[in-house]
T-cell receptor, first 113, second 113 residues
Framework: ELKVEQNPLFLSMQEGKNYTIYCNYSTTSDRLYWYRQDPGKSLESLFVLLSNGAVKQEGRLMASLDTKARLSTLHITAAVHDLSATYFCAVGIWETSGSRLTFGEGTQLTVNP | ETGVTQTPRHLVMGMTNKKSLKCEQHLGHNAMYWYKQSAKKPLELMFVYSLEERVENNSVPSRFSPECPNSSHLFLHLHTLQPEDSALYLC????????????FGEGSWLTVV
């Protein structure tokens, strides 16, 4: 059974600081997704990582994937309040009929002024 | 606007009621999904439809009955639910080829009383 573990589950940080969210998974996977969810809202796709060593950046967020270690990281640079949200990683098992995602528990990020 | 629209956004139903959740995607995708988000558990995949055919039923109780009449619409029919079924139900869609980012709807908040 595929398991996905995120840590930390709760993260409170000050504006301007850097931090990293970790996502470990238990079995080989085709792809790794990162999503953002604001309270009462849907999941917003941030990154899709497809191969070992993949790195993607968007604004203050950078995601990376190490398939050998079964680890993905989401690095936050110089956090701002607008980044406060819950961040999920999800491991995708790809089949011709579509992708099945197994999600981590989510990391609730609060950025304080 | 995510391209995936769910109705109703909020639903309260009794345990003996029958109701349906509706999902419509405007992205030209050919795979659609139902996920369940409970307060104390990670997001769980319930059903996968590819080209209008159900290709996965993730051990979901029969009181949940999906229907996919065409590639743009997906329903989740609900009957004789239990209070523990109260959750956020998220519809998603994707292509079955390429990078296949999965896009989520805003969700339907279900409360079973």
């Amino acid at each position: 059974e595929l398991k996905v573990e995120q840590n930390p589950l709760f993260l409170s940080m000050q504006e301007g600081k850097n931090y990293t969210i970790y996502c470990n998974y238990s079995t080989t996977s085709d792809r790794l997704y990162w999503y953002r969810q604001d309270p009462g809202k849907s999941l917003e796709s941030l990154f899709v990582l497809l191969s070992n060593g993949a790195v993607k950046q968007e604004g203050r967020l950078m995601a990376s994937l190490d398939t050998k270690a079964r680890l993905s990281t989401l690095h936050i640079t110089a956090a701002v309040h607008d980044l406060s949200a819950t961040y999920f990683c999800a491991v995708g098992i790809w089949e011709t009929s579509g992708s099945r995602l197994t999600f981590g528990e989510g990391t609730q990020l609060t950025v304080n002024p | 606007e995510t391209g995936v629209t769910q109705t109703p956004r909020h639903l309260v139903m009794g345990m003996t009621n029958k109701k349906s959740l509706k999902c419509e995607q405007h992205l030209g995708h050919n795979a659609m999904y139902w996920y369940k988000q409970s307060a104390k558990k990670p997001l769980e995949l319930m059903f996968v439809y590819s080209l209008e055919e159900r290709v996965e039923n993730n051990s979901v109780p029969s009181r949940f009955s999906p229907e996919c009449p065409n590639s743009s619409h997906l329903f989740l029919h609900l009957h004789t639910l239990q209070p523990e079924d109260s959750a956020l139900y998220l519809c998603a869609s994707s292509l079955t080829t390429g990078i296949a980012t999965i896009y989520f709807g805003e969700g339907s908040w279900l409360t079973v009383v």
